[in-house]
């Protein structure tokens, strides 16, 4: 629900980019209240297939406004092959010592790292290694980032924390963290922050409690468009949050 609504607010000739894009659906929810270009990365066969449907149907009317790409993106320090079935979305199993190297890097496969307003990724627990796979994009763009922040296995805490690291590193101090639900639970805190609700989300999951929610969602910036950020925010509280 957030994201048409932050699409919004960033309207112009920038690029979003959309990894993990299944079906187009968040593609597709967007450009219908933005000017930007859309860059939609998918590496399922299963659901590209559809992405190409849906999309192509939008683009008859504003032709090259979505650009379809097939790529399994990463810093191809995790490798494995996709899980997909037509009644769920794609996910990795880490294929342990393999020396095939599946993954692209974003900043391999984007050209133009200086024209991009916002990164969002879903690629269910592997988001951390998609984005620090687009170093250049951070350095060169400071793009808005929006994020799936799932942990089921250890080494994903450990992937998001060294995220974290370099993330601020660069300059994103701006978070704001939203349940599975659409809710928004903090605004304009830190990392810190984030460390701590991954460690009680993570406890509920490994000693089998009741479930409040299961993951986040994020949204962090820079200060480059921090009040594109806010405005979006507060749109969001107004319209949705405390209706």
């Known amino acids: 629900r957030f994201l048409p609504v932050l699409a919004k607010h960033i309207s112009s000739d920038k690029n979003i980019i959309d990894i993990g894009a299944n079906i187009g659906d968040t593609a597709v929810a967007m450009i219908q209240h933005c000017d930007n270009p859309i860059i939609c990365i998918e590496p399922s066969d299963v659901f590209f297939r559809y992405l190409e449907k849906n999309t192509q149907i939008f683009n008859v009317n504003h032709p090259g406004r979505i650009t379809n790409l097939k790529y399994l993106v990463g ?95 660069k300059g994103y101090k701006y978070i704001y963290i939203f349940d599975n639900f659409g809710n928004l639970v903090t605004e304009e805190k830190d990392f810190q922050t984030l460390k701590n609700i991954n460690n009680y989300l993570y406890s509920m999951l490994k000693h089998n409690c009741t479930r409040t929610f299961y993951y986040t969602d994020i949204l962090a910036s820079t200060e480059k468009y921090s009040s594109i950020v806010k405005n979006a925010i507060e749109e969001y509280k107004k319209n949705w949050i405390n209706q």
């Not at 490798?79 to 020396?99: C, D, H, P, V």
């Not at 991009?116 to 998609?130: C, E, N, P, Q, S």
């Open 75 to 169: 810093t191809g320090l995790l490798t494995g092959e996709l899980n997909q079935s037509k009644s769920s979305t794609a996910s990795l199993k880490i294929e342990a010592g393999s020396k095939t190297n599946t993954h692209n890097r974003l900043d391999d496969i984007i050209k133009d790292h200086s024209n991009i307003i916002l990164l969002k990724v879903d690629t269910d627990g592997f988001d951390f290694d998609v984005i620090k796979s687009a170093e250049k994009v951070l350095e060169n763009s400071e793009p808005i980032l929006f994020w799936e922040n799932e942990i089921t296995e250890y080494f994903q805490q450990e992937g998001f924390n060294n995220l974290y690291s370099l993330l601020t590193g």
